[in-house]
């Protein structure tokens, strides 16, 4: 079994919800699942789940096993510490955070509907391209028309109810916000959320304080992204 499998489950939420209860007892009530990333971090972003009585908003990981937290390093990655909950098909291990607070743990073992992971198999192994190519013209003209439809609008919602999310949180500063979302496109997909941070810790009004030189905005924006030499200390034995 691979991981890519749990993706799927989480993706399509293909899984038992009745009473869903985390490894230690606690309820949980998933009320977005997140974005699947496919670059660095977390397995899914920006997920909203409410655990017991908080409701919680993070990113997801997801493991066979839960050692594979400790395995892979994560307890010690700083891009990991926004983890909500970790979901495995065997605890094998509780996990921790860096400052050793536990992170919430799904097992998903026995909550797999019945055959889905030889389906799950069968399609990855499909060697066409596009493993549902050969039936995607069984399905009517109309239906296929008003699934992409559907995907369009589901992108505009998904990007029109981030930028109002943002704009909420700068107090409805829409040039603070213009320049977070200027930043986080020059980051492209890989590097988005690390852009983003950079705008968020340096905010616009700072900039603009030293917009006449040019020297001081790129002593501001690469000291704060980090990419300055340490002060050097030298010692001399006179």
Not at 11 to 37: A, K, S, V, W
Not at 48 to 66: D, F, K, P, T, Y
Not at 73 to 83: I, K, L, S
Not at 113 to 122: E, F, H, Q, T
Request: glycine content about 6%.
């Amino acid at each position: 079994m691979r991981e890519d499998f749990l993706h799927y489950i989480w993706r399509l939420q293909r899984f038992d919800h009745q009473q869903l209860t985390t490894t230690d007892g606690q309820t949980i009530q998933i009320m977005e699942p997140g974005t699947h990333n496919h670059h660095a971090g977390p397995d899914f972003l920006h997920a909203r789940i409410r655990i017991g009585e908080q409701l919680w908003a993070g990113n997801v990981e997801m493991h066979l096993s839960s050692s594979e937290w400790r395995r892979h390093g994560h307890h010690n990655d700083p891009a990991y510490e926004n983890v909500i909950l970790h979901v495995v098909l065997n605890e094998d291990e509780p996990v921790q955070h860096r400052d050793g607070t536990a992170i919430p743990c799904l097992n998903l073992r026995h909550r797999l509907p019945v055959g889905i992971a030889r389906r799950y198999l069968r399609l990855l192994n499909n060697e066409q391209w596009i493993p549902c190519q050969n039936q995607f013209y069984q399905v009517p003209a109309i239906t296929r028309s008003l699934w992409l439809d559907r995907l369009l609008v589901e992108r505009l919602e998904e990007r029109t109810t981030a930028m109002a999310a943002r704009l909420e949180h700068n107090q409805y500063d829409w040039e603070e916000t213009f320049y977070q979302l200027l930043a986080s496109g020059f980051g492209l997909k890989v590097n988005a959320d690390p852009f983003l941070q950079l705008a968020e810790s340096l905010p616009l009004k700072v900039l603009l304080r030293h917009k006449h030189s040019l020297f001081q905005l790129e002593a501001l924006l690469f000291g704060q992204a980090g990419w300055l030499e340490p002060t050097l200390v030298y010692q001399d034995d006179y």
